[in-house]
Protein backbone atom coordinates (compact mmCIF):
# COMPACT_ATOMS: atom_id res chain seq x y z
CA UNK A 1 0.00 0.00 0.00
CA UNK A 2 3.36 2.44 0.92
CA UNK A 3 4.07 2.40 -2.80
CA UNK A 4 0.66 3.97 -3.88
CA UNK A 5 0.63 6.35 -1.65
CA UNK A 6 2.80 8.58 -4.17
CA UNK A 7 2.94 9.61 -7.44
CA UNK A 8 4.49 11.94 -9.62
CA UNK A 9 5.95 14.61 -9.86
CA UNK A 10 3.49 15.20 -13.00
CA UNK A 11 3.61 18.97 -14.69
CA UNK A 12 0.17 20.45 -14.57
CA UNK A 13 -0.42 23.18 -16.16
CA UNK A 14 -2.80 24.86 -13.76
CA UNK A 15 -0.58 24.26 -10.67
CA UNK A 16 2.48 23.71 -11.70
CA UNK A 17 4.60 20.79 -10.95
CA UNK A 18 2.83 18.54 -8.59
CA UNK A 19 3.70 15.64 -6.85
CA UNK A 20 0.57 13.50 -5.46
CA UNK A 21 -0.63 12.49 -2.24
CA UNK A 22 -2.88 9.59 -2.61
CA UNK A 23 -4.74 9.62 0.72
CA UNK A 24 -6.81 6.23 0.09
CA UNK A 25 -4.78 4.44 -2.29
CA UNK A 26 -5.81 0.92 -1.89
CA UNK A 27 -9.17 1.51 -2.94
CA UNK A 28 -12.22 4.18 -3.96
CA UNK A 29 -13.73 5.86 -0.98
CA UNK A 30 -15.77 9.02 -1.94
CA UNK A 31 -19.39 10.60 -0.62
CA UNK A 32 -19.98 11.15 -4.32
CA UNK A 33 -20.05 8.74 -7.02
CA UNK A 34 -20.28 10.89 -10.19
CA UNK A 35 -21.10 10.09 -13.71
CA UNK A 36 -17.82 10.81 -15.29
CA UNK A 37 -15.64 9.60 -12.75
CA UNK A 38 -12.97 7.93 -14.53
CA UNK A 39 -13.11 5.06 -11.01
CA UNK A 40 -14.96 2.18 -11.52
CA UNK A 41 -18.62 3.03 -9.77
CA UNK A 42 -18.85 2.44 -6.05
CA UNK A 43 -21.28 2.75 -3.36
CA UNK A 44 -20.68 5.96 -1.58
CA UNK A 45 -19.30 6.11 2.33
CA UNK A 46 -19.16 8.55 4.82
CA UNK A 47 -15.98 8.05 6.16
CA UNK A 48 -12.85 5.87 5.12
CA UNK A 49 -13.01 2.61 6.85
CA UNK A 50 -8.98 1.68 5.08
CA UNK A 51 -6.97 4.27 6.50
CA UNK A 52 -3.29 4.99 5.86
CA UNK A 53 -1.32 6.16 8.89
CA UNK A 54 0.27 9.92 8.88
CA UNK A 55 3.97 8.54 9.56
CA UNK A 56 3.55 6.15 6.60
CA UNK A 57 2.80 8.91 4.26
CA UNK A 58 5.50 11.29 5.81
CA UNK A 59 7.80 8.84 4.82
CA UNK A 60 7.15 7.95 1.87
CA UNK A 61 6.76 12.18 0.87
CA UNK A 62 10.07 12.50 2.68
CA UNK A 63 11.81 10.17 -0.47
CA UNK A 64 10.35 11.77 -3.24
CA UNK A 65 10.04 15.80 -2.32
CA UNK A 66 12.36 17.84 -4.27
CA UNK A 67 12.97 21.47 -5.01
CA UNK A 68 11.44 21.82 -8.39
CA UNK A 69 8.01 20.70 -7.01
CA UNK A 70 5.84 23.61 -7.07
CA UNK A 71 2.82 21.87 -5.33
CA UNK A 72 2.09 19.07 -2.83
CA UNK A 73 -1.27 17.69 -4.28
CA UNK A 74 -3.73 15.75 -1.88
CA UNK A 75 -6.06 13.80 -3.60
CA UNK A 76 -7.40 10.19 -3.46
CA UNK A 77 -8.84 7.26 -5.07
CA UNK A 78 -12.09 9.18 -3.84
CA UNK A 79 -13.04 12.77 -2.14
CA UNK A 80 -9.34 13.04 0.36
CA UNK A 81 -11.12 15.27 3.02
CA UNK A 82 -12.82 11.76 4.18
CA UNK A 83 -8.90 10.99 5.51
CA UNK A 84 -9.92 11.39 9.40
CA UNK A 85 -6.40 12.74 10.08
CA UNK A 86 -6.31 15.54 7.42
CA UNK A 87 -5.27 18.10 9.45
CA UNK A 88 -1.94 16.13 12.05
CA UNK A 89 -1.09 15.27 7.97
CA UNK A 90 -1.10 19.16 6.89
CA UNK A 91 0.89 19.99 9.97
CA UNK A 92 3.28 17.38 9.75
CA UNK A 93 3.81 17.84 5.71
CA UNK A 94 4.21 21.94 6.64
CA UNK A 95 7.37 20.62 8.59
CA UNK A 96 9.14 19.26 5.79
CA UNK A 97 8.00 21.58 2.52
CA UNK A 98 9.90 24.44 2.77
CA UNK A 99 9.01 26.32 0.20
CA UNK A 100 6.39 24.11 -1.79
CA UNK A 101 2.84 24.87 -1.34
CA UNK A 102 0.33 22.48 -0.44
CA UNK A 103 -2.90 22.02 -2.46
CA UNK A 104 -6.18 19.98 -1.95
CA UNK A 105 -8.47 18.84 -4.43
CA UNK A 106 -12.00 18.21 -3.50
CA UNK A 107 -15.68 18.01 -3.99
CA UNK A 108 -16.61 20.77 -1.47
CA UNK A 109 -18.74 18.50 0.57
CA UNK A 110 -17.11 18.25 3.65
CA UNK A 111 -16.94 21.66 4.20
CA UNK A 112 -19.94 21.21 6.26
CA UNK A 113 -17.59 19.38 9.03
CA UNK A 114 -16.11 22.24 11.03
CA UNK A 115 -13.30 20.33 11.49
CA UNK A 116 -12.47 19.66 7.34
CA UNK A 117 -13.56 23.49 7.11
CA UNK A 118 -10.79 24.70 9.87
CA UNK A 119 -7.97 21.85 8.67
CA UNK A 120 -8.40 23.48 4.73
CA UNK A 121 -7.46 26.67 5.81
CA UNK A 122 -4.30 26.27 6.96
CA UNK A 123 -3.50 24.46 3.09
CA UNK A 124 -1.95 27.38 0.73
CA UNK A 125 -4.48 26.66 -2.18
CA UNK A 126 -7.48 24.63 -2.22
CA UNK A 127 -9.64 23.51 -5.18
CA UNK A 128 -13.21 23.11 -4.89
CA UNK A 129 -15.24 21.38 -7.32
CA UNK A 130 -18.85 22.51 -7.35
CA UNK A 131 -20.77 21.10 -10.73
CA UNK A 132 -24.85 22.19 -9.85
CA UNK A 133 -26.45 24.41 -7.60
CA UNK A 134 -29.76 22.95 -8.47
CA UNK A 135 -31.01 19.65 -5.98
CA UNK A 136 -32.36 16.97 -8.79
CA UNK A 137 -29.30 17.91 -11.38
CA UNK A 138 -26.48 17.67 -8.50
CA UNK A 139 -27.62 14.53 -7.57
CA UNK A 140 -27.78 12.85 -11.13
CA UNK A 141 -24.48 14.56 -12.02
CA UNK A 142 -22.26 13.72 -8.77
CA UNK A 143 -24.48 11.02 -7.28
CA UNK A 144 -23.82 11.99 -3.63
CA UNK A 145 -24.60 10.18 -0.76
CA UNK A 146 -27.57 10.75 0.68
CA UNK A 147 -26.40 12.49 4.17
CA UNK A 148 -24.97 15.44 1.56
CA UNK A 149 -27.42 18.38 0.74
CA UNK A 150 -26.25 20.85 -1.79
CA UNK A 151 -27.64 24.04 -0.27
CA UNK A 152 -25.30 23.37 2.80
CA UNK A 153 -22.01 23.22 0.84
CA UNK A 154 -23.21 26.31 -1.14
CA UNK A 155 -23.34 28.50 2.25
CA UNK A 156 -20.17 26.85 3.69
CA UNK A 157 -18.19 27.25 0.05
CA UNK A 158 -19.28 31.08 0.33
CA UNK A 159 -18.05 31.18 3.93
CA UNK A 160 -14.99 29.54 3.06
CA UNK A 161 -14.20 31.62 0.63
CA UNK A 162 -14.38 34.86 2.39
CA UNK A 163 -12.21 33.38 5.15
CA UNK A 164 -9.63 31.47 3.05
CA UNK A 165 -5.99 33.71 3.03
CA UNK A 166 -4.47 31.29 0.30
CA UNK A 167 -5.15 30.88 -3.25
CA UNK A 168 -8.72 29.21 -4.14
CA UNK A 169 -10.05 28.04 -6.97
CA UNK A 170 -13.36 26.61 -8.20
CA UNK A 171 -13.96 23.45 -10.72
CA UNK A 172 -16.89 23.07 -12.78
CA UNK A 173 -17.43 20.40 -15.07
CA UNK A 174 -19.88 20.37 -17.60
CA UNK A 175 -21.73 16.70 -18.70
CA UNK A 176 -23.86 16.79 -21.74
CA UNK A 177 -27.72 17.33 -21.01
CA UNK A 178 -27.38 17.82 -17.00
CA UNK A 179 -25.57 21.15 -16.25
CA UNK A 180 -25.03 22.43 -19.49
CA UNK A 181 -28.16 24.22 -19.75
CA UNK A 182 -28.93 27.41 -19.33
CA UNK A 183 -30.92 27.47 -16.59
CA UNK A 184 -27.98 26.00 -14.23
CA UNK A 185 -25.50 27.89 -15.45
CA UNK A 186 -27.51 31.39 -14.46
CA UNK A 187 -27.73 29.51 -11.03
CA UNK A 188 -24.24 28.88 -11.06
CA UNK A 189 -23.17 32.12 -12.11
CA UNK A 190 -25.53 33.42 -9.37
CA UNK A 191 -23.28 31.53 -6.42
CA UNK A 192 -19.62 32.36 -8.39
CA UNK A 193 -20.54 36.19 -8.25
CA UNK A 194 -20.18 35.68 -4.37
CA UNK A 195 -17.28 34.16 -4.18
CA UNK A 196 -13.48 35.61 -3.70
CA UNK A 197 -11.34 32.99 -5.83
CA UNK A 198 -8.65 33.33 -7.80
CA UNK A 199 -9.67 30.99 -10.80
CA UNK A 200 -12.54 29.53 -12.27
CA UNK A 201 -11.61 26.16 -14.29
CA UNK A 202 -14.72 25.16 -16.61
CA UNK A 203 -14.17 21.45 -18.16
CA UNK A 204 -16.02 18.83 -19.71
CA UNK A 205 -14.87 14.90 -19.55
CA UNK A 206 -11.66 13.90 -20.92
CA UNK A 207 -11.34 10.69 -19.85
CA UNK A 208 -13.25 7.40 -20.15
CA UNK A 209 -16.55 8.14 -17.74
CA UNK A 210 -17.59 5.52 -14.97
CA UNK A 211 -21.29 5.78 -16.50
CA UNK A 212 -22.38 6.27 -19.99
CA UNK A 213 -22.57 9.98 -20.22
CA UNK A 214 -20.75 12.66 -22.82
CA UNK A 215 -18.85 15.71 -22.44
CA UNK A 216 -19.54 18.75 -24.58
CA UNK A 217 -17.16 20.47 -27.22
CA UNK A 218 -14.68 22.60 -27.12
CA UNK A 219 -17.21 25.18 -29.13
CA UNK A 220 -19.75 24.66 -26.54
CA UNK A 221 -17.92 25.24 -23.75
CA UNK A 222 -16.52 28.60 -25.05
CA UNK A 223 -20.63 29.66 -25.50
CA UNK A 224 -20.74 28.57 -21.75
CA UNK A 225 -18.25 30.69 -20.88
CA UNK A 226 -19.67 33.55 -22.10
CA UNK A 227 -22.80 33.22 -20.09
CA UNK A 228 -21.00 33.59 -17.45
CA UNK A 229 -20.34 37.48 -15.52
CA UNK A 230 -17.55 38.86 -17.32
CA UNK A 231 -15.96 40.26 -13.89
CA UNK A 232 -15.26 36.24 -13.22
CA UNK A 233 -12.06 34.80 -13.72
CA UNK A 234 -13.19 31.64 -15.88
CA UNK A 235 -10.64 29.69 -17.43
CA UNK A 236 -11.95 26.93 -19.69
CA UNK A 237 -9.63 23.77 -18.82
CA UNK A 238 -8.68 23.37 -22.54
CA UNK A 239 -8.10 19.16 -23.66
CA UNK A 240 -5.47 17.77 -26.42
CA UNK A 241 -8.50 15.95 -27.76
CA UNK A 242 -10.59 19.28 -27.33
CA UNK A 243 -13.12 19.78 -31.10
CA UNK A 244 -11.16 22.56 -32.71
CA UNK A 245 -13.63 25.14 -33.51
CA UNK A 246 -10.74 27.33 -35.88
CA UNK A 247 -13.17 30.06 -36.94
CA UNK A 248 -11.96 33.85 -38.71
CA UNK A 249 -12.33 36.87 -36.55
CA UNK A 250 -11.40 40.36 -37.80
CA UNK A 251 -9.87 42.27 -35.89
CA UNK A 252 -13.12 44.14 -33.77
CA UNK A 253 -14.05 40.17 -33.37
CA UNK A 254 -10.78 39.07 -31.59
CA UNK A 255 -11.02 42.28 -29.57
CA UNK A 256 -14.65 41.46 -28.37
CA UNK A 257 -14.22 38.17 -27.79
CA UNK A 258 -10.77 38.42 -25.33
CA UNK A 259 -13.22 41.30 -23.57
CA UNK A 260 -16.02 38.95 -23.02
CA UNK A 261 -13.50 36.10 -22.23
CA UNK A 262 -9.50 36.03 -21.86
CA UNK A 263 -8.15 33.00 -23.19
CA UNK A 264 -4.65 31.20 -23.03
CA UNK A 265 -2.72 30.15 -26.21
CA UNK A 266 -4.47 27.18 -26.07
CA UNK A 267 -7.78 28.37 -26.17
CA UNK A 268 -6.76 30.73 -29.07
CA UNK A 269 -5.04 27.63 -31.09
CA UNK A 270 -8.71 25.76 -30.78
CA UNK A 271 -10.89 28.64 -31.20
CA UNK A 272 -9.09 31.22 -34.24
CA UNK A 273 -8.06 30.25 -37.69
CA UNK A 274 -4.35 30.41 -38.98
CA UNK A 275 -5.27 34.24 -40.25
CA UNK A 276 -6.78 34.93 -37.27
CA UNK A 277 -3.93 34.14 -35.02
CA UNK A 278 -1.82 36.04 -37.33
CA UNK A 279 -3.30 39.09 -36.57
CA UNK A 280 -3.51 38.74 -33.03
CA UNK A 281 0.00 38.56 -33.07
CA UNK A 282 -0.02 41.86 -34.49
CA UNK A 283 -2.40 43.77 -32.12
CA UNK A 284 0.13 41.75 -29.50
CA UNK A 285 2.62 43.89 -31.30
CA UNK A 286 1.25 46.88 -31.02
CA UNK A 287 -0.10 46.15 -27.02
CA UNK A 288 -3.65 46.28 -28.51
CA UNK A 289 -3.79 42.94 -26.83
CA UNK A 290 -1.71 41.87 -23.57
CA UNK A 291 -0.69 39.40 -21.67
CA UNK A 292 -1.38 39.03 -18.35
CA UNK A 293 -0.47 36.12 -15.83
CA UNK A 294 -3.67 34.38 -13.24
CA UNK A 295 -2.40 31.50 -11.73
CA UNK A 296 -0.06 29.66 -13.20
CA UNK A 297 -1.92 30.34 -16.61
CA UNK A 298 -0.95 33.55 -19.32
CA UNK A 299 -4.39 34.64 -20.44
CA UNK A 300 -4.83 37.56 -23.74
CA UNK A 301 -6.73 40.64 -22.46
CA UNK A 302 -7.29 43.80 -24.37
CA UNK A 303 -5.09 46.30 -23.36
CA UNK A 304 -7.95 49.14 -22.24
CA UNK A 305 -9.98 46.43 -20.45
CA UNK A 306 -7.08 44.62 -18.76
CA UNK A 307 -7.37 46.03 -14.87
CA UNK A 308 -11.51 45.08 -15.45
CA UNK A 309 -11.07 41.90 -16.69
CA UNK A 310 -8.26 39.92 -14.64
CA UNK A 311 -8.90 41.76 -11.09
CA UNK A 312 -7.20 39.28 -9.30
CA UNK A 313 -4.14 39.05 -11.28
Known amino acids: MENNIIFGPVNSRRFGMSLGV ?19 PMATVEAQSIVVD ?24 GEPTLYPNLLELIHE ?30 L ?7 DAI ?4 FKKIDRPHESININEIVQKVKEF ?14 VHGLNDTKQEIKKLNEVLTFLDVERIDIG ?7 YPVMGISYKELFEISNMFDKSLPIHMASRTHAEPNNAYYSDEGILNT ?17 DTINRLNVLITKSQVVKKILGNLEFLVPKENEKRKLKKC
Open 22 to 40: DLSPSIKQCNFDCLYCELA
Open 54 to 77: VSSIIKQLKKHLKNSIDVITLTAN
Open 93 to 122: IDKIKGSTETLILTNSATLVDAKVFDSLLK
Open 124 to 130: DQVKLSL
Open 134 to 137: SFEV
Open 161 to 174: SNIYKGRLFIEILF
Open 204 to 210: TIDRPPA
Open 258 to 274: LDKRPLTQDDIKLLFDE
